[in-house]
């Protein structure tokens, strides 16, 4: 089992690396924890508090700079809550193993937006009507770039979709579905990818806050192994959201997708080993 102050490094860095690509520290901890061996299921438990955590020490400086879209992450959540509280459920009721290859599967997702790795902003968005009716749009300024960038959102109907089973996953998984919620904002909703990155840390807090209510009901939520992840995600976290305001969007896609191949091969791997 593994120490406090083991669980309590690995979740500073996962809060640090979680809040710069919008995954949540959970992403990162859960499969730490499972090599250190602590059980999966106690794993994703506790990496719900994390995620509550995390969103809280980023989401906040987020707002206050501007780069979370607060309005499109409020019609977004009501989808990924009720998601998390359905797939948290199911959760309790799956063998171990097939978590680990839930798990890298569904991180799978998050190269479908690989062709658009070199643009540094959406061009050529075209609102629909629910999108201008709902007025998602919005501008923050860009240290990279040195400007005010103003963007216009689209197609918020299929991105709730999206984003119910991202819910979904969060709850089965306890990841915050961080990988899954920036490619539906950034591929469907066609919102930038800083802005991706912090909104998403904004809406992974409520979505974990659902599912941890499952878990902890279930009895696999263990304190003792939450706590210093909600303290060491939060810390890391707040150093994350200052960073990434000076990295280019390009920078923040593609150490996305190489903390994601990572986790996925390691989830692998452990499925395999039983």
């Known amino acids: 089992m593994a120490s406090i102050v083991e669980v309590l490094v690995i979740s500073v860095f996962a809060g640090f690396i979680g809040s710069i690509t919008g995954l949540g520290g959970a992403s990162i901890t859960t499969p730490l924890l499972t090599l250190l061996g602590i059980p ?18 980023s ?12 309005k499109a992450a409020m019609f977004l959540e009501m989808f990924t809550i009720l998601g998390a509280i359905a797939g948290a459920t199911v959760t309790l009721y799956v063998a171990p193993r097939y978590l680990y290859f839930l798990f890298a599967g569904f991180l799978l997702t998050s190269f479908i937006g690989l062709r658009t790795i070199r643009e540094e902003l959406p061009t050529n968005i075209s609102q629909d009507r629910v999108a201008r009716w709902l007025d ?9 770039l040195g400007r005010e960038v103003s963007y216009r959102l ?21 990841i915050g579905a961080g990988a899954f919620k920036v490619a539906v904002h950034e ?20 979505t974990a806050l659902a599912g941890a209510s499952v878990y902890f009901n279930s009895g696999l939520l263990y304190l003792d192994l939450a706590a ?47």
């Open 228 to 274: 210093p992840m909600a303290v060491g995600t939060t810390i890391g976290a707040l150093a994350g959201s200052r960073v990434l305001r000076r990295l280019s969007n390009k920078t923040t896609r593609i150490l996305f997708l190489i903390v994601v191949f990572y986790i996925m091969v390691q989830m692998v791997v452990r499925g395999v080993m039983g």
């Open 187 to 206: 591929l469907v909703l066609k919102m930038p990818s800083k802005v991706s990155s912090a909104t998403s840390n904004f809406i992974i807090g409520m």
């Open 59 to 70: 989401a906040s400086g987020y707002v206050r700079r501007g780069l979370s879209d607060v």
């Open 154 to 174: 689209t197609r918020p109907l299929l991105g709730g979709a999206g984003m119910f089973f991202a819910g979904v996953a969060a709850g089965m998984l306890g």
């Open 136 to 144: 998602l749009s919005g501008s923050y300024y860009d240290d990279r």
């Open 40 to 57: 999966i299921k106690n794993a994703i438990a506790a990496g719900m508090v994390s995620i509550i955590a995390t969103s809280s020490g």
